[in-house]
């Protein structure tokens, strides 16, 4: 089955919302700095009409002004950023649960197979352009790897889609440095082994040999050189977790209760999971003992539920195997980590 990941990426983020909350901004050479405005101060963003003089991200504010003596320079106001950061997550997030945050102003998505990606891509730049009044630039692609990378060479505005099967092909004339995770290092070890400029030179390079000189490392970029990235989203909800737990006021020796607090917590579990629509892969059982040692203890299922039963039969279980009856219990929890999506069969079949 076909992939439809998006890669979204804003367009000189900061510098853009300074210009939103100030328009007479729009249009000029525009510097954003971090940690002093004055010389000592690093560029942390420039507007697209200030890296025409070769202003860039990391560079020291004394370079940048010499290079663009009219520059605005403004000092970064993080809170602000993150404030419209958030906004465009939660527009995403309206358009599919299957998003991945992966910096401030970066995120994959994916678009189940019965939906039109592009279509889904343009609308997203329309939406964060008309509603949140910021541009990005968005590539659509059967991964994460070569989305991207997509990504990078259209800004800004750009939009652009690399079908399926071609993914080789588009990456073969870029420079390996383009490759997420060729640093400096890797790059200088490739480029004297084999003389490798290109993706494509690294697309020739012999599998076998690269996974001798780098490892895993090795394996990663003799598929990245192909274009090939299995990778599933990562979703916040993925990382999220539902717990409930319970200090007792008296500290509990008896399995019974225990049994009864268990059942009781693994009940409300079930229902907030069944709330937000969620099913847990893995079921977590928590022990505090009265010397206030700690202890988590966890089962993974086969198949993801949110099935009230299933959970207190699985933390029964947990409590029967680790709890060391000999100790009296303070604290008892019980949780549902690793969420999924209720309805999300097809990404299901991915992670698996
Ligand atoms: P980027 O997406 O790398 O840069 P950008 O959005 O300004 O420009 P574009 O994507 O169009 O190339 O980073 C997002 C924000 O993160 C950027 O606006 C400012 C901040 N940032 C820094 O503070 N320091 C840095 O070195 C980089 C690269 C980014
Ligand atoms: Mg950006």
Same mark, same amino acid.
């Given at each position: ?29 525009l ?8 010389t ?7 507007s ?6 070769g ?27 993150s404030?419209?950061?958030? %906004?465009?997550?939660?527009?995403? %997030?309206e ?13 994959y ?7 039109d990606?592009?279509?889904?891509? %343009? ?8 509603e949140?009044?910021?541009?990005c ?12 990378i ?69 394996a ?16 916040d ?16 020796r ?17 229902r907030e ?14 022990? %505090? ?10 089962v ?13 039969k699985?933390?029964r ?13 303070r604290?008892?929890g ?8 209720r ?10």
């Amino acid at each position: 089955m076909t992939r439809q990941i998006l890669h979204l990426d804003l367009d000189a983020f900061y510098a853009t919302v300074e210009m939103l909350l100030n328009p007479a901004l729009r249009g000029k050479p525009l510097i954003v700095a971090m940690g002093d405005v004055n010389t000592r101060g690093v560029v942390a963003t420039a507007s697209y009409e200030a890296r025409k003089f070769g202003v860039h991200s990391a560079m020291g504010l004394r370079e940048a002004k010499r290079l663009c003596p009219q520059a605005i320079i403004v000092p970064a106001r993080h809170a602000i950023y993150s404030e419209h950061s958030q %906004r465009v997550m939660n527009l995403l %997030r309206e358009m599919t649960p299957l998003v991945e945050q992966v910096s401030i102003d970066e995120a994959y998505l994916e678009i189940e197979a019965a939906r039109d990606g592009v279509a889904a891509a %343009r609308e997203i730049q329309h939406r964060i352009h008309d509603e949140l009044k910021l541009s990005c630039t968005i590539a659509v692609a059967s991964n994460k790897l070569v989305s991207k990378i997509a990504c990078n060479t259209v800004k800004p505005r750009g939009l652009l889609v690399i079908p399926h099967g071609d993914e080789e092909k588009f990456l073969a004339p870029l420079p390996v440095g383009k490759i997420p995770g060729a640093g400096n290092v890797t790059r200088a070890k490739l480029k004297a082994k084999w003389n490798v400029e290109t993706i494509a030179d690294l697309a020739r390079v012999n599998a076998d040999e690269l996974r001798a000189q780098f490892g895993k490392h090795g394996a990663y970029l003799a598929d990245a050189a192909r274009g090939v990235d299995d990778s599933p989203i990562v979703t916040d909800r993925a990382t999220k977790s539902i717990s409930q737990e319970n200090t007792f006021d008296r500290d509990v020796r008896t399995r019974d209760v225990l049994e009864k607090f268990l059942d009781e917590m693994g009940a409300g579990v079930a229902r907030e999971l069944a709330n937000e629509e969620l099913k847990a892969r893995t079921i977590v059982l928590k022990l %505090r003992y009265e010397d206030f040692t700690t202890i988590t203890r966890q089962v993974t299922l086969r198949a993801p539920t949110a099935d009230e039963t299933i959970i207190r039969k699985h933390a029964r279980e947990l409590l029967r195997q680790h709890w060391d009856s000999q100790r009296a219990v303070r604290l008892l929890g019980v949780g549902a980590h690793n969420l999924v999506e209720r309805d999300a069969t097809w990404q299901l079949e991915l992670a698996l």
